[in-house]
C-alpha cells in the first residue's frame, strides 16, 4: 500500500525550530517528487516547499524562503523539512504529498499524508 | 506571483450538476488538477491533466479548460461530495493553490 506518515510536529515557541519528518513506504521513493503542504486551522491550502526524486532541485514559497529546508534521503525514503524562525503565522497542519507523474513534475499530488499539526506560541 | 482564483462557495441540490471554476493568468497553457477535502480529512486528487481521474475517483467527477479557467464538473451531485474543492497548478517554479471553494448540496 502506498503510504505517506509524517512525523515532528508539535508545540514550539517563536523563534525556535523542529524537523519534520515524512516515511514514505509502497512506491520507488526517489522517482517522485515531493511537497510540504501546509493549512492553518480554517483556511485553505498553502505550499510551503517541494523537491524533485533526486533532490537536486528545490523550490520554496516566499513565506518560508531563508528560513525552511527541505531535503530526503532516498536511502530512508524519508522526506524532511527543517522550520527554523517559527513565527506565529507557521502554525498549520503539514501535509507531505507525492507527485503524480515522476521526479521533476508538480502539476498534481495524488498521495497525502495525515498530516502533523505545527503550534507555534509561547 | 501567480493566482488560481476560485469561486469562496458553490451550492448545488442532490442529483444536480455543480461546476467549479478556477482562473489564473495563462491557465490553459499550464496542466491543472483538483483536490477534493472533507473537513478533519486529507486532500484527495480527483482531476489531474485538466480532465484526467485517479482510479476510484467516481465517473461523476470531470475536468475542463477552456482559456484562462479550468473548471470542475460533478453531475449528478451526492450529499457524500459535500466538501472543500482546491485547484492547484504548477508556474514559474511555484506550486499555486486556488483558495477553496466549499460545495454544499442542498
Known sequence: EVQLLESGGGLVQPGGSLRLSCAASGFTFRSYAMIWVRQAPGKG???VSAISGSGGSTYYADSVKGRSTISRDNSKNTLYLQMNSLRAEDTAIYYCAKAQRGSGYYDAFDIWGQGTVVTVSS | ?????????????PGQTASITCSGDKLGDKYACWYQQKPGQSPILVIYQYNKRPSGVPERFSGSTSGNTAT?????????????????????????FGGGTKLTVL
Do not use: R
Not at chain 2, 1 to 13: A, D, K
Open chain 2, 1 to 13: 506571483s501567480s493566482e488560481l482564483i476560485q469561486p469562496p462557495s458553490v451550492s448545488v441540490s
Open chain 1, 45 to 47: 491550502l498553502q505550499w
Open chain 2, 72 to 96: 470542475l464538473t460533478i453531475s449528478g451531485t451526492q450529499a457524500m461530495d459535500e466538501a472543500d474543492y482546491y485547484c492547484q497548478a504548477w508556474d514559474s517554479s511555484t506550486v499555486v
